[in-house]
Each structure stands twice: as C-alpha cells, then as structure tokens.
C-alpha cells in the first residue's frame, strides 16, 4: 500500500511538477473520500426505504414489497429507474427557478451534514472543531427546501403544507438545540469525536435519560416523520408541500428526507450511545464501526417501529408538546446537569 | 484549520452537482407530454375559486419570532457549555440569572395564550 | 496561500453579488432568498477568517431563524410592489442618511482595527469566547437577556389579539383522569321499555 502511494507520488510530482501536485493530490484524494461517504449513505438511504416498507408490512401482517429480486431486494432500483424515467411536470404559475432550487436545497444540506459524522476515531471527513454545532446549522437550512416548494408551486395544499411543516420543523429545532447542551457540558467540546470519547466511562445515556428521548422525539418531529407528519397529512393536505412535485424532484425530496431520518439516528449513537465505543470492554475486539452501525441501525428500527404504532398527532398537540413540555424539560435539565458537573466533577 | 473545510466546500460542490445532475438528467430523460389539465394546479379536480396565498396567520409571525429569541438563547448557551469547566460558579450562577430572567418571558408568553394552537 | 484567495474572492464576489439582488430584484421573496445566500456566503467568509463559531452562529442564527422570518412573513403577506415603488422615493433620506452613517461607522472601525485580527491559535474559538464572554463581558451578557426578553414580550403584544370566541381548548389531564365509572353508564332496559 505504502509503495502504491510512493509510486503515485513520485508520477504525479513528475508529471505535474511540485508547485501543482500538492494540490491535485489533495483534490483528487478529497473527492475519493466524498465518493466514499456520499455513495454509501445513498445506499442505505434507498435501502432503509425497502427496511421501511418490509417492517412496517410485516409489523401488519403483511409481505411488503418481494416482486423486484428476491425478497424484494432490488425493490429501491426499480423505485429509482421508474422516477428517474417519470415526467418532470411543472405546474401552471409555478415559479420555475425557486420550484427547481427548493428539492435541491432539501438534498444538499441533508448531504452536507454528513462530512462531520465519525464513524470511527480515523473515519471522518471533515474533523472540525465545531461539528456538532455546524450539523445544528446545516439542519436548520433544511427548512428553506420546505418553505421554497411550498411557494413556488402555485397551489394551496403545498402552501399550507409547507408552512405547517416550517412551523413544526422550528419548534423542534428549540428542544433539539437544547438537548445538545447537557451533551456539550459533559464533553467540554463541540467536536463530535471529543463527546463519544468522553463516553468512554459511561454512555451519556444513563445521567441524560431524559434529554435522549426528548432529543429522539424532536429528531422524528424535525424530519416530519409519523406521528408528526401533519405536514402531509394526506386526508386533508394531499402530500403537503411536494404535492405538486414529480419524477426526480420529487425523489430529491425524498432523498433527503430518509438521509435526515438516518442522520438523526447516527448521531443520536454518537451523542448518547457511546458512538464506536462497545457496551463491555471485553467485546473491544469488534470494530467500532460496527458497534456504531448496530447502534445507529436500532435506532433506525425504532424509527419505523414508532411509524407503525402511534396515531397522527393534531397541530394543537404537536406545538404543545415541543414548547410546553420539551422546552421547560431540557431547560430544567440542562441546568442540573451543569449543578451537578459542578459540585462532582462529574454527573 | 482550514485544511479540515475544505472537504466541506467541496462536499458542497458535490451535493450541489449530484442534485443538479439528478434532476436535469430525469427532466431529459422523463416524457414530456404536457397539456392545461396536466398542468393545472392540484385542486381536486375543479377551478381553483381563489388566490392561493392565504390571508396572513399571524400565529407563524409570532412562532417564528419565538424560534428566533430562543435560538439566541440556545447560542449564547453552546460557549458557556464549552468553557463551563473554566468559568465554574461564576458561570453557572450567571447563566442562572439569564435563564432566569427569559424564564420571566416564557412564563409570560405561556399566560398570555401564545402557545396555544386550535 | 493561493487556494485559500480564490476561495475568498469567489465566496467575496457571492456575498457582493447577492446583496445587490436583494435590493434589486422586484419579487420580495427573491430578495430574501438572496439575503440568505448572503448570510451563508458570509459564514464561509468567517470560516475563511478562522472565525468557526461565529461561522456556525451566522447560519444557525440568521440562516436559521431570522431569514424563516422574514420568508416567513413576505410569503404570506404577498404584497403588491408597485405601492412600495412610489413610497420608496419619500423614504429615500433617511434610507440614505442610516446608509451613510453605517459607512461612517465601517470607516471608523476599518482605519482604527488591526488590518489582521489574530485568529485564536490553539485554544478552539468557541472555548475563547465561553472564557471571555461569561467573564469579562458579564455585564453585556446578562443584559443581552433584558434584550431577548423586550424582544419576547413585544412580539407577543403586537401581534397576539385575545380572541374572545375561544376555542375548544384541550386540557388533556383532564381527559386523562376521567374515569370509567363517570364516563360510561350501563343500563339495562328489556326490549320495549326504552326511551
């Protein structure tokens, strides 16, 4: 391997002299690491909607989707193909520019958050400083997508839709900003990998027991997922705000919804679970990516779990619930965590 | 430090290039075989009676306000967790001042009914 | 370093190029949408300066919140321009007169500062500011919390208008705590004796 790259080295220096190669190396190896991480997250975004479908099938007594492949399992290629080869309608008074960027301002961002996710100590792309802050961020750029749609295409299911959706999607984004803090407290540091290592000891999951569910709870709000999906309550809103949206804009749509919904539950592991670190050190043999993925992967499950078990929450329930009861809760908790850490130490 | 942004900038460029790419290429590929009624904005079937911009709520106006205060809130609380294992009592005495004074605020607004939704 | 002034300049002529288009551009929408591209261009300029946290900051605060206000606001107002045309002309003096002395203000600032602001060398930016801001500027701490709060209490009377026809409020604790025997009544009846 080290061979490999000396001879990749020294070509490249010949070829393109030492004042460029630096830079063509740093290009091309960033842009290998970016295909690394962007492909395979696509993947299991495709994938989890097959994981969602058979799951909540069979949850129903049901087979779920088993035609395409066996066990259904080029189901999302045939899902991808069959938008991809959809027409692109654009409905009449639409803003065209604004219709087009708004699917696009969905995906990028969901995208975007990934580069500061560890999946491992090594495993990250970008290791900043402020990681868990900048996934905070990019997140609440995600309602640009939401409000964007819901405008430009000229109709009122997505109109109400969107600003219902935007409406939810900010209130969450309170509670959820304020579950972060007793995490951050713990760790001293907003660097992601800083807060899984300082879970070497015991997973913050046991001093913040609370501050987890509240976080899971908002991270399915946050992503408009059931029971929270009012947004797009279909008896009422059609589909919301990318009701008038088809073929592969639509599947923008979709794409970043699901990789918003797998974020959630991979750093949900991270902040909660102890990230790559196992439960017990005697099984410190598996690697942690692999404790990560089992994890992230439960979390996941629960996601479809809670899909398949709650009824749809009313508009008047869900603002109650994030700013009369999740507020004041992680406030609270906030500051007994900060009591704590400073008459022990520790929590 | 930069040298760790970089793989965001063109993470960027990336995720903005895969969207484009993905909707320019279904747009190319996808039929084109659009008429009025396809077209027509998705009303059930029958004319739409009225402009489609709704009139204002004002609840949005004042939900978004909120989100604006306590996202500040939430702001000046990330430092102060960072450094809180430097700045020990102090800090924690004078974030429990800030918060108290906004708890003023919330209670507040919980009394005068703006958190509640029909 | 090169790359690092091409990135300047590209995200610079971004930032320069979508604050003209909120001014210019005739849809109010438009003109938010390129405010926000300004605000985040903004932020790739502060991380250009090192300045992470504020970076952070300026797209979870302005981005975030502030611009979902404005968007908010200007998509359902969905105002007519054409009026706004013809009242703009009154209020140019004072438009002009705030401009000026934001420049003065940016004159002072700029030819007083230190042309190069030394970015915090090895303790994480956000560590300097939570030691100094909740130390040294205590004071101008806890009054930015007097701030937050006019600005809570305003919004709520300008906008809140009690509404007398209320409303089936819910109080769930009280359906809660219904109980079986003051909810349902069994009766028997025989056939032909009910009412």
Known sequence: MTELNQLIQNQGLALLGPQWWPLVWTLVWTLIKIILLITPVMILVSYYTLAERKVIGYMQVRYGPNRAGFWGILQPFADAIKLFCKETLIPQGAKRAVFFLAPALTLVPALLMWAVIPFSPELILADINVGILYVLAISSIGVYGVLMSGWSSNSRFAFLGSMRSAGQMISYEVSL????????LLSGSLSLKDIVNAQQDMWNIIPLLPMFVIYFISGVAETNRSPFDLPEAEAELVAGYFTDYSAMSFGLFFL???????????????????????????LSFIPGIVWLAIKAGFLMFVFLWIRATFPRYRYDQLMRLG???????????????????????KV | MLENYFPILLLLAVALATAVVMMAGSFLVGPKRNYAEKVAQYECGFAPLSRVRLPFDVRFYLLSI?????????????????AFKDIGLTGLVEM??????????????????????? | MMVVDVI???????????????????????????????????????????AEFLAALLVMVYMGAVAVL?????????????????????????????????????????????????AASTVPNTLAIGRTLYTQYLYPFELASLILLVALIGAVVLTLRERKKVMRRQVISQQIARTRSEAVELVQRKPGEGA
Not at chain 1, 177 to 184: A, D, E, M, Q, R
Not at chain 3, 10 to 36: D, E, M, P
């Open chain 1, 323 to 345: 700013w009369k009861i999740f507020l004041p809760i992680s406030l609270t908790w906030v500051f007994l965590t900060a009591v704590g850490l400073h008459l022990f130490g």
């Open chain 1, 256 to 282: 970043g919804e699901y990789a918003n919904m797998i974020l959630v539950c991979f750093l949900g592991s991270l902040m909660f679970l102890g990230g790559w670190l196992p439960p017990i050190g005697l």
């Open chain 1, 177 to 184: 900003g304020f579950t972060l803090i007793p995490v951050i």
């Open chain 2, 96 to 118: 429990l001042l800030f918060l108290m004074v906004l708890l003023v605020g919330y209670a507040y607004i919980w009394k005068k009914g703006a958190l509640e939704w029909e």
């Open chain 2, 66 to 82: 909120l989100f604006v205060v306590f996202d500040i809130e939430a702001a000046f609380l990330f430092p102060w967790a960072v």
């Open chain 3, 8 to 50: 300047f300049y590209a995200f610079a002529a971004v930032t320069t190029l979508a604050a003209i288009g909120v001014v210019s551009s005739r849809n109010q929408v438009h003109s938010v949408l390129f405010l926000i591209l300004t605000f985040f261009s903004t932020a790739a300029l502060f991380v250009l300066l090192e």
């Open chain 3, 70 to 118: 404005f968007l908010f606001v200007v998509m359902m107002l969905d105002m007519d321009v054409s009026d706004l045309k013809a009242q703009a002309i009154n209020h140019l003096p004072l438009g002009l007169a705030v401009g000026a002395v934001i420049l003065l203000e940016l004159v002072v600032v700029l030819s007083h500062s230190h042309a190069h602001v030394a």
